[in-house]
């Protein structure tokens, strides 16, 4: 492709979208790895978004009231680190640029949220960051309803590429944005026809007009190289009252020989075609320079939002000092101080009334003293709202004619509203939670792995957690999904046993700053097995000791949720036998294991035989409690699952498969001989 | 609403599905749970589909060219189990309906193909049928293609709800079935405008008509109350060349107190309301009677299609028998007489050759042996074909001018590819493969649960498997994958040390008739460990010793994949210092476990110290063969993950986080004091 035409159209467009180009040939090349096109592709996107919309002062990234903008084609990271460099960003150095993809560097193969302040959110896994936009955009209107215009005010703007389109997260994601109107997010799709395999066309003949159309975006279609159509389109998007998808019509590996291939979509490391690629941009030639006027430019773009944010930190000056401490705890994450005494009182209250109520219900009724304390909470389910028991009496529903509901009807989507929900997070002074049935952290899967991996402390509120789900059948029946979650790096999963747990894991998982929970509650209700009121939060400990053997301490008996009252009752079979029974309550494994080997010790000691009861598979880090932590191979059993469920009423259940207090005293006095 | 005017228009269309309606009403109220509002409102959907359209035997439910009924919308599994016993199969009999989600009872709350034969897919998890039903369309396309019309020549119909419509899922499987014209694909949308929560409009506004036609799709609108408009529209799709979508508007349990509301989707019990609809439907009020006359019709039904089975297979009996040998083999799930021989010779070729490549290019030389042998593979990638080493040279590529072709391009959509692999394997006469990065697991994750609970032997092939993926960084850096694939219940998970391991494993794979396989590949070369010939498949066994300890056997360091290698260095060192170390590969935990005790305790003898080499989070099952299984705490150890990736070259990742021989060695005398 001849680029004389567009150098000479707007040279001074032209050279600074080369330096994003130059910067990403030589940074890849560098690294030996990494992908070209994208950045190539969509540099002169970029250039004037970043020029002439972007809301941004590169020296204050994290500033409340920002514009965000999104990278959902996370393989083109060169794009992001090119820009935060040329505009001056104090962490992404030219030092930075060099070591592009290299141990220790913050400029990793893909945007890393928690190494940059300007990266937004990690993305990579294709479709999330589209999807995290969503909540992005559904925290600022939030906002804006509840502080004002003067202060939350800011668009949301995503770049998004064939893959993030194909991948179905992005279809709930556009559901959920058109149903909402979220006007102040816009998309702009790399319509560049190519991806790994070839042209899109191999695998899809979408059009992605209609398809946005038919869910209430606004769409416009311009050239992605001509500035002038680029800017004319940003600033009708901004005016639409929809949700806008440009589809800007790009050229992947622009000006280099693997142009408009899937070669281009890769790492062009050729050193002739770099330079024939670099002189057709009438970029530098040396490695990683950028022409002074150039860069002074870009140091100005990236400067440009300075005074907005002045004017801006006058404005919210001017908020009541209330509104301020509430803005500033929000956004640091910090509980208010009142929730502590509250959850005290609930869980007295609990202790002493002793309900016999599904952990669900639980969790609605802690949920119903946080959620009036902490008004950055905001409620939701995957269609399952009465099942879930996520909506509390004083949320209000989310709308297009009631921003300042704090309740969300995300739809048959736990996808989209799991990455939305942690688009919500990364936003910053929002506390989102939603939920949907536990088997389907399956759907969800990929947002709630990079929930833990971005440190987003989102909460995943997951019913229906065993076989006690009765009649549905093996479909809706979790086995493995304990396991699942606690393989996961960084996740708290919480499993209460009654409600007075609820509270304390309700507490634990609105309070924590880099860690997302998993609250894992029961369909079927439960008695209260934390009848004697605590002031501290034993959840806290992961695992502790909720009833001491009577007599001699022969037998352990460890379990978690619906199976403590299991193991109570199992304990009272074995002391009436003359066998002392200790009962261990054991909410969150990740927990117990941060704890002190003086503290887990005390808890298991060495000596008795070991149950653990989980109705789930033992793979979910049983046996580092059964068998390791002093335990012995000979002298611990499981009563759990060791396949999928079946459908049943779910007290049958239990029985066919053997998870009952008789089969635990069983196990136990098996293993006393 | 009056439901006078539909009864009096077409009485005898009206009392078939009036059938449907009123056994479904007792069946949920005998259950006390259930789904009554979907099956009522279908019902007449369903009526004239099975009387007019569906090519069915219910004599012969698996004959194979029958047209495919997919209850896409499972929960509304008493319209599948109300047809069947109306028409007589011989599985769901009237004490089968009775007994609706009860113990033992074959009519589980969901449809499950493992169950009923006619039953060809298990739903509930929304989406899942509509992508299954992608597969089931292109198998026809594929075998049709091969065996001639006269053979294969049936349609594949699906019923879907709003949720099915919502989940994105259904977008990746839309978006593969417009790109390749499956015009013998039909989807029944129940379009009631009802989800849990309320209205669809509470969560989407998608116009879906739009939106299929926007993939290409061929588009009506019914009234799905009017069995004349039903039939004419069924007419229409058959004849599409494009995948049909028939938007039936219907209300959610008609003609109940419940019609048209959010209760109406759910177990409608009440004894009062139960009996008004039955009046209204003028069906007999006692519970599940149904009149002779409309049993007869839907027995008549049922055995409408025995002349055209008849008149098949004498069609079938004129092809060849070679490729009748061919169709029958490959429908029973059977390998090729060529196939152990063609393994046994590439395993020999491989240990004299040595050759050291990644273990995603050994299974690409498996294949290569494989899909020459065995027509009935069907290889793809979800956009990852260069890097996932899934297409061998003579497959040629699946499209609509090339309905021969054996590789998919699935485009980014790992749900989809695997939802519609389970499919094509469920269809029947078919083999699928395909592959996506290991990490992405998550994103095919609902459909290898739903493979494993539906004993479909689809192999999923999973590269770039661990921190050996490099610079890409912690997003692509599986390291809780292997855990949680090793924690679902009937799934192999197979990570091979070597090409000869890989071809151990993929003979495995494609001769299970139910079980799926995970194939866990690297990115980076290794070396080949297997070099000794040894004709029998030792990875058949989970664990074998692949290096026996030369002096006294101290320590046994336990590996899989491409730290088999790793623990062979370390093996040469310890031995160098006089410590005699045995070198157990385990290729597969699941198949190690299935041994007997005997041959388990031979490999993992008690007394040595053991170390585990994983690159890996420990969660991934280890802890059994480390401490139990006679291991004890004190004398095992592990190397592998307890944390997320890090993007950097990955031999340097390998050494940062201390996945090297030297860290095994230092773990290993350590344990040994």
Not at 315 to 329: I, V, Y
Not at 364 to 389: K, W
Not at 477 to 506: G, K
Not at 573 to 596: H, N, W, Y
Request: hydrophobic fraction near 40%.
């Amino acid at each position: 492709m001849d680029l004389t035409a567009l150098r000479t159209a707007n040279p001074e467009h032209w050279n600074k979208a080369a330096a994003i180009r130059a910067l990403t040939l030589d940074a890849v090349a560098a690294a030996n790895s990494g992908h070209s096109g994208m950045p190539i592709g969509m540099a002169d996107v970029a250039t004037v978004l970043f020029e002439k919309h972007l809301k941004f002062d590169v020296k204050a990234p994290k500033w409340a009231d920002r514009d965000r903008f999104i990278l959902s084609a996370g393989h083109g990271s060169m794009l992001i680190y090119s820009l935060l460099y040329l505009m001056g960003d104090e962490q992404v150095t030219l030092d930075q640029i060099k070591n592009f993809r290299q141990m220790g560097a913050l400029t990793a193969g893909h945007p890393e949220n928690f190494l940059i302040d300007a990266v937004e959110t990690t993305t990579g896994p294709l479709g999330q960051g589209i999807a995290n936009a969503v909540g992005f955009a559904m925290a600022e209107e939030m906002q804006r309803a509840h502080y004002g215009k003067k202060v939350v005010d800011h668009n949301t703007y995503v770049i998004a590429g064939d893959g993030c389109l194909m991948e179905g997260i992005s279809q709930e994601a556009i559901g959920i944005a058109g149903r909402q109107k979220l006007g102040k997010l816009i998309v702009l799709w790399d319509n560049n026809n190519i991806t790994i395999d070839g042209s899109v066309e191999l695998s899809d003949r979408t059009n992605q007009i209609q398809r946005f159309k038919a869910s209430g975006w606004h769409v416009q279609e311009i050239d992605g190289h001509d500035p002038e159509a680029i800017d004319a389109a940003i600033t009708a998007a901004k005016k639409a009252q929809k949700p806008s998808m440009i589809a800007c019509k790009t050229h992947i590996a622009l000006g280099h020989a693997a142009q408009d291939t899937s070669k281009g979509h890769g790492a062009l490391t050729d050193a002739e075609q770099l330079k024939a690629a670099k002189e057709a941009y009438g970029a530098p030639l040396g490695a990683f320079e950028v022409p002074a006027d150039v860069k002074a430019q870009w140091e100005a773009i990236g400067t440009r939002g300075a005074a907005d944010r002045a004017a801006w930190e006058a404005r919210f000056a001017e908020l009541s000092k209330q509104k301020q401490e509430r803005f500033n705890r929000a956004y640091a994450l910090e509980a208010p101080k009142k929730l502590s005494a509250a959850i005290k009182a609930l869980k007295k209250q609990i202790s002493e009334e002793q309900p016999k109520v599904a952990t669900r219900k639980s969790s609605e009724m802690a949920l119903a003293v946080i959620n009036p304390l902490m008004p950055e909470t905001v409620g939701g389910s995957a269609d399952l709202t009465g099942s879930n028991n996520t909506k509390t009496g004083d949320l209000g529903v989310f709308d297009t004619d009631n921003r300042k509901g704090r309740y969300v009807y995300w739809g048959i989507r736990e996808h989209g509203m799991a990455a939305a929900m942690n688009g919500m997070t990364l936003h910053g002074g929002m506390r989102p939670y939603g939920g949907t049935f536990f088997c389907f952290t399956d759907y969800a899967r990929p947002s709630m792995r990079l929930a833990a991996l971005m440190k987003t402390p989102t909460v995943f509120v997951m019913t229906h957690d065993s076989i006690g789900v009765g009649e549905d059948g093996p479909t809706h029946q979790p086995v493995e999904h304990l396991a699942i979650c606690r393989a996961t790096p960084n996740t708290y999963v919480f499993r209460p046993a009654d409600t007075v747990e609820a509270a304390e894991a309700w507490e634990i998982a609105v309070t924590a700053k880099e860690t997302p929970s998993v609250m894992v509650l029961t369909r079927q209700n439960l008695p209260t097995v934390r009848t004697e009121h605590k002031l501290s939060n034993l959840t806290e400990k992961g695992a502790y000791v909720l009833s001491e053997a009577e007599g001699k301490r022969q037998v352990i008996l460890i379990a978690t949720g619906s199976e403590v009252s299991l193991a109570m009752e199992a304990k009272a079979k074995l002391e009436a036998e003359g066998i002392g029974t200790r009962v261990v309550s054991m909410p969150c494994m990740e927990l117990f294991a941060q704890q002190d080997e003086a503290y887990r010790r005390k808890v298991l000691p060495a000596g008795p035989v070991r149950v653990g009861i989980e109705a789930a598979v033992r793979a979910g880090g049983w046996d580092r409690w059964l068998l390791g932590e002093r335990g012995q191979e000979k002298k611990a059993a499981f009563v759990g699952m060791d396949r999928f469920g079946a459908s049943a009423p779910a007290d049958e259940l239990f029985e066919k498969f053997g998870i009952t207090a008789e089969a635990t005293v069983a196990k136990a006095k098996e293993l006393l001989g």
